[in-house]
């Protein structure tokens, strides 16, 4: 995994304009196959979610316990790392008095200490007629703006189908969708519940949901990480 080569000041700004950044593939075809063979092992998980049986979608996933696979745990505290500063203007743009500090471990003891002690970061596998429902990933009071996702499988070869999808809820207007099909290794950073966009009189909150369209061939395996902790 060599994230150096990521030209950070670009995403940076890309993700903080538009809400979402597509990094470029920085997890070699290994990795991407190690973590979703992870899938199947019994041990690594607090819970396992059958999508349908709660009007979820349809799939499953599972949430990692502590301590997080190393791939994962590095991940999440570099990534979060280079999202903070966006994650305090934005929360400066919209009125919201939080700020974020640049370590993970320090925002994950302020959850903690909240009563938000439980980890977030998830594994989730699609076969055909699978789906996601379009929902915001919040698991108590205290959140952070931006979440990733892993994408694990390569779209046209080991599925087909399965987009991921945005959609933008902007106030009095009807809804804005972005459809996304990245290569296995990338990674996708996003706003969790909502982002600023500029108005004529200051900011305003455009709210963002995620989801994935049904999956028609094959297996699609993404990895999810959640910087806030649930309760
Ligand atoms: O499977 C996907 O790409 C969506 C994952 C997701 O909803 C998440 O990681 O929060
Ligand atoms: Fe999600």
Redesign the pocket.
Known sequence: MTQETIDWPYYQSDLSQTGFTLLPSFLSSEECRELANLFDEPNLYRKSIVMQNHGYGSGEYKYFSYPLPSVVDTLRHELFTQLSPIANNWNEKLGINLRYPTDLDEWLSTCHAAGQTRPTP?I?K?GPGDW?AL?Q?MYGVLYFPF?A?L?LSQPGQDYTGGE?VMLEQRPRMQSKATVLLPEQGQVLLFTTKYRPAQGTRGYYRVAMR???SEVRTGT?V?????FHDAA
Do not use: E, K, P, T
């Open positions: 998830l989730l699609y996601n929902h990933d979440q996702v994408f991921f995620h989801g994935v699609r993404n990895a999810g990480l959640i």
